[in-house]
C-alpha cells in the first residue's frame, strides 16, 4: 500500500517521485523502569486501507464536530496558501451540498448556483471552497481552488463537485 498522496505532476500526467506527502500514524513510546530511567522512540506504520476510508467518511460525517459538507464560490482570483481562510466569498454563495459521498480514501461534495434564483449574476466567480459551516465568514476553509473564471447569465447554472483524495489503495503504485 502506498501511504502517500501526491501534490505535483510532470507534463505527462505522471507523479513526481518526490512530490508526495506521507499519510502516516506515529506511535510515541516511553517505557519507565523501576531504576528511574525512560526509554524513548517513536515509531512510524502506515495506515491502513480501512483506516484512509474512515478518515475519508470522518470528513464528511463527523460525529463530533463540524463536519465538511459545504460549498461556497467567491472572488478571489489570487493562489490560495496553506493557512488561507479567504475565498472572496459572495452573497448567497454557501450550500450545503446536495450530494455527498466517500468511497476508496476520498470524498466528495456536489452543488449547483443558478445566476437569477441565486442572485449571482453578473458577478466575476474566481474560487470555491469546502466549508465546515453554512452561515457566511463561520468555520473554517477546508480546500480552496481558483480559476473558475465564470460570470453567471440570469439562466445560468454552474456545478461544481469537489474531490479530495486523503490515501491510495493502489497496492502495486511505488514511490
Same mark, same amino acid.
Given at each position: ?25 506515529? @506511535? ?27 478518515? %475519508?467518511?470522518?470528513? #464528511? ?6 463536519? @465538511? ?6 472572488? #478571489?482570483?489570487? %493562489? ?25 480514501? @476520498? ?69
Amino acid at each position: 500500500m502506498n501511504p502517500s498522496t501526491p501534490e505535483t505532476f510532470n507534463v505527462r500526467g505522471t507523479v513526481l517521485a518526490d512530490s508526495y506527502v506521507q499519510i502516516m500514524g506515529e @506511535w510515541d513510546v516511553e517505557v519507565h523502569r523501576a531504576d528511574g530511567t525512560i526509554e524513548r522512540k517513536t515509531l512510524k506504520n502506515i495506515v491502513t486501507s480501512a483506516g484512509l476510508n474512515r478518515l %475519508a467518511n470522518r470528513a #464528511i460525517s463527523a460525529t463530533v464536530g463540524t463536519p @465538511w459538507y459545504i460549498l461556497g464560490v467567491g472572488t #478571489i482570483s489570487a %493562489a490560495a496558501s496553506l493557512d488561507s481562510t479567504n475565498f472572496g466569498e459572495v452573497t448567497n454563495g454557501r450550500k450545503a451540498a446536495a450530494t455527498v459521498v466517500q468511497s476508496s480514501e @476520498w470524498f466528495a461534495l456536489t452543488m449547483t448556483w443558478a445566476g437569477n434564483t441565486d442572485a449571482l449574476t453578473g458577478i466575476v466567480l474566481e474560487s470555491a471552497a469546502i466549508l465546515c459551516h453554512a452561515n457566511s465568514g463561520i468555520g473554517a476553509v477546508c480546500n480552496i481552488v481558483n480559476g473558475l473564471a465564470t460570470t453567471l447569465a440570469a439562466s445560468d447554472f454552474l456545478n461544481l463537485t469537489a474531490r479530495v483524495r486523503v490515501g491510495s489503495h493502489n497496492l502495486a503504485h511505488s514511490t
